[in-house]
């Protein structure tokens, strides 16, 4: 079947510019997640959906990054003002339901200009 | 909050030898403990995971023990082969009334050589 998509796969961005990030997880996952990975490091937290409940925005490094997640499915991630330091690949993972498996997709590599 | 250390960074080892990476948590109500393999390039796959119910788990050339008392739990690759070379990261998940926390390690790269 399907698995996790996201689009784009590459976004070149000038500072300054506002960015979307987009998410298609498996059908039927309740958990949806957003990570940060910095070249060669590892995988920053951002987000956290879990079915129709107030999302875990704990991860979020600045008030310039935004999520939403409509109907359940797809998940937008919106970077504001966008800074040379937000230049990272951009994963997304969905998970059947809490303490299962994160399916991962095959990010989004921003760079910011 | 949840604090997961991985240890080492790095780990080189010639092909055929064992390999192991290992993790400790701080939070002793983590219950779900996944470990993923990221190849260059590639997005992060689950390889073997444990829950808090079990000390062991085997999956062919790979396993995983958990120390609940200590906190700790290890990735154990045997016969190792070039294709295991990839970073490993370890997670430790809370699992509580729906909601799920995931604090992932810093990962280990691990390189096979021939």
């Known amino acids: 079947g399907a698995g996790v998509s996201q689009s784009p796969s590459n976004k070149v961005t000038e500072k300054g510019k506002d960015v979307e990030l987009r998410c298609d997880p498996i059908s039927g996952h309740t958990a949806l997640y957003w990570y940060r990975q910095s070249l060669g490091q590892g995988l920053e937290f951002l987000i956290y959906f879990q079915g129709n409940s107030a999302p875990d925005k704990s991860g979020l490094p600045s008030d310039r990054f935004s999520a939403e997640r409509t109907g359940g499915s797809v998940s937008t991630l919106t970077i504001q003002r966008t800074q040379q330091e937000d230049s990272a690949v951009y994963l997304c993972a969905s998970s059947l339901a809490t303490g299962y498996e994160q399916y991962f997709g095959p990010g989004t590599r921003l760079t910011v200009t | ?114």
Do not use: M
């Open chain 2, 1 to 114: 909050g949840e604090n997961v250390e991985q240890h080492p960074s790095t780990l080189s080892v010639q092909e055929g030898d064992s390999a192991v990476i290992k993790c400790t948590y701080s939070d002793s109500a983590s219950n779900y403990f996944p470990w993923y393999k990221q190849e260059l390039g590639k997005r992060p796959q689950l390889i073997i995971d444990i829950r808090s119910n079990v000390g062991e788990k085997k999956d062919q050339r790979i396993a995983v023990t958990l120390n609940k008392t200590a906190k700790h739990f290890s990735l154990h690759i045997t016969e190792t082969q070039p294709e295991d070379s990839a970073v490993y990261f370890c997670a430790a998940s809370i699992t509580s009334g729906g909601y799920q926390k995931v604090t992932f390690g810093t990962g280990t790269k691990l390189q096979v050589i021939p």
